[in-house]
């Protein structure tokens, strides 16, 4: 476990850029938080789907690095399936497999009635 | 076919504030546009996935909202295959099938070089 | 709730010709089993991806035609974590997200010991 | 390459139970044939979901391994467009990405008419 984590999540300019926080992270999991305001939607006034994604994306960052060497993601699917209105998003990422070169995870999306707005499965590649 | 699909993807405050531009839309074809800058990276140096997947996925919802209805993401995978760095990303979208309730399209993301980035596949569900 | 899904499910003349068999499906939820034999490997000699998914989808198929309605798949995710030997495999769905169109269920595939072979996303389209 | 990647490919099992035929091969190149009968369809009567994406794994694995080392898919996502009835499946795989650990491939499974049955897409992983 990188027990600095959070601070290498700090390093991400996009995550700060968008509003992404990662509040939690350690031994192959994380939590992120978004505070979704007027600059996250999209043309029909409901939460950007690249807003939610990043979320997710951001916490599998924060869970796959919080395990040894640096871990890159090579493939992800996510399904969507509430639109998500302006307040705050949070996403929880578990780990599911994790194997020496390849690791995978399942981050849920959730706003605030703990309705769940999107499912993301990830696999990283794990550098030495 | 509609008409003022740029127009419309005007009103998309979270691609703007990311800096994707749409500058292509009709017949079920988009073409996006991000000038990756230093707000794009992550703690890695690299742009960050959720930059690339907005580029995608607000292409997608330029080519798919250019048929008739309204068209929202309901499945979408993503393949990671070369770091970008600064510099423009271009995202194409092209129609794969398009059934009446569903349809799909495939997001080519290439980066100044000419290589292929990301491969990004999306299913929408088109509302009446 | 469909009563009679088990005996739907007889009638997938490609699972019984692979050996699939469903044996608990109901309420959105699903369980079915595959004995891996000598039939079911590939050119590496372990079990062939195509026969585990097979296993997965089937189990999608009964969990989701558990509700009203007809339902087929629409978009598949799946990822492979470890290489399945011969012997008995055990494929578990639950329900994600049920709308009213579109469903998303998740598919665990374990083997003898227990192990996670493969987590399957899918989502399926709701015929009236 | 592999010379004799179409000898090796006769040795998956599950493969020609199914009746799956990889007749052509190599460059990360493949194409596979499928002749559906009434042993592939399901309760519905069209052909199961798992005799398609067995057909385009099959294929995918004969162009991956077409190239230096042995390949096992890691990630594979399927999105269905046509139900597909029976008479011959032709899957097509091309190599989208080839790097040292990973590589990706898109597969097009078309039926007689030449229709779009269902895109799939593979990431394998290599071992050396």
């Known amino acids: 476990m990188v027990e ?3 601070e290498v999540m700090e390093q991400d300019k996009f995550a700060k ?11 192959g999991k994380a939590k ?5 305001d007027e600059n996250h939607l999209n043309a029909l006034g409901i939460v950007q789907g ?3 994604f990043s979320l997710a994306d ?7 690095n919080s395990r040894e060497g640096t871990a890159v993601a090579a ?8 639109a998500a209105q302006q ?18 995870y399942l981050v849920e999306v959730t ?11 990830g696999t990283v590649y794990r550098k030495e």
Chains 1, 2, 3, 4 share one sequence.
């Open 4 to 6: 600095n984590i959070l």
């Open 17 to 27: 850029y968008v509003g992404i926080k990662i509040i939690e992270a350690g031994d």
């Open 32 to 36: 992120g938080r978004l505070q979704a």
């Open 50 to 52: 690249g807003a939610i």
């Open 58 to 64: 951001t916490t599998l960052a924060a869970a796959s």
């Open 75 to 82: 493939n992800v699917s996510i399904s969507y399936f509430k």
């Open 87 to 104: 307040g705050i998003l949070i996403a929880r990422a578990k780990e599911i497999s994790l194997n020496r070169k390849l690791a995978t």
């Open 111 to 121: 706003d605030e009635q703990e309705d769940l707005i999107a499912l993301f499965q």
